[in-house]
């Protein structure tokens, strides 16, 4: 079982740093923290990147769906002018790049597959390619809102840890049928919008032996924190843990 700290930098640091680049992940461990999450797609040509939307429009200087261009024409990309409100040389980093870092820092990663609707199978088969160069490594956990990813992983990698992400009980699951998805799974992990957490719903999960984690649109702070490790909850993604004892 993996042993996750208290905070997990979210996509790094996201409020202190363009997120899911090498500036964020790398600002995460110069702050001390132990683990960071990124999110992980494809490009047209196959090369897993790290990056959240589907499209490149919010966080680089160019509009238009990632899975249309070859990462030789994404990593021209400025990926913090939109953070820093000018030009900078910040680009998109490959899984590799990060994997690179984090093995030599000892720096744990959850992988968070991202849908890649139409691509998932795409999606992982590259994931794993990247994770074969790095088999020495085995500070990580793949997590991911979509089942089906999660799923095609578990073929490749059965050994390994997932964790499954749930935003909500109204489109898809119940609470229950979420937990007897990790469980058929093996799955040690669920992790939850903390708009979600109260107590009842953490007892339930931990009934299940199951590892939480949580996560929120906006930073979660100190005192909100401890209320929820109070309540149960393993690890916060962090947007800025400025204020925590690292």
């Not at 609707?117 to 793949?142: L, M, P, S, T, W």
């Not at 229950?176 to 919008?193: A, D, P, T, V």
Request: aromatic letters at 12%; one cysteine or more; proline letters at 3%.
């Amino acid at each position: 079982m993996l042993n996750l700290p208290k905070l997990i930098g979210h996509r790094g640091v996201k409020n202190l740093a363009p997120e899911n680049t090498l500036d964020s992940i790398e600002l995460a461990h110069k702050l001390g923290l132990k683990w960071i999450e990124v999110d992980v797609k494809i490009t047209k040509d196959k090369i897993p990147i790290v990056l959240h939307d589907d499209s490149l429009d919010r966080t680089t200087n160019f509009k238009g769906l990632t899975i249309d261009f070859l990462y030789e024409e994404i990593k021209k990309l400025d990926a913090g002018s939109f953070f820093y409100n000018h030009k900078t040389n910040i680009f998109i980093p490959t899984l590799e790049n990060i994997f690179n870092f984090c093995s030599k820092q000892d720096m744990g990663i959850n992988i968070e597959l991202k849908p890649n609707q139409g691509f998932e199978i795409d999606n992982v088969k590259a994931i794993a390619k990247v994770v074969n160069k790095y088999k020495n490594f085995n500070n990580f956990y793949f997590s991911s809102f979509d089942l089906k990813s999660l799923n095609e992983m578990k073929k490749i990698f059965p050994d390994f840890h997932y964790g499954l992400l749930v935003d909500n009980f109204e489109n898809a699951y119940s609470l229950e049928e979420y937990l007897k998805i990790c469980e058929n799974n093996k799955f040690f992990n669920f992790g939850l919008n903390k708009k979600l957490i109260n107590s009842e719903i953490i007892n339930k999960i931990k009934k299940n032996n199951l590892i939480i984690t949580t996560y929120s649109e906006n930073n979660i702070e100190l005192i909100e924190a401890n209320d929820l490790w109070k309540l149960g909850v393993t690890s916060i993604f962090i947007d800025d843990p400025s204020l925590f004892e690292l």
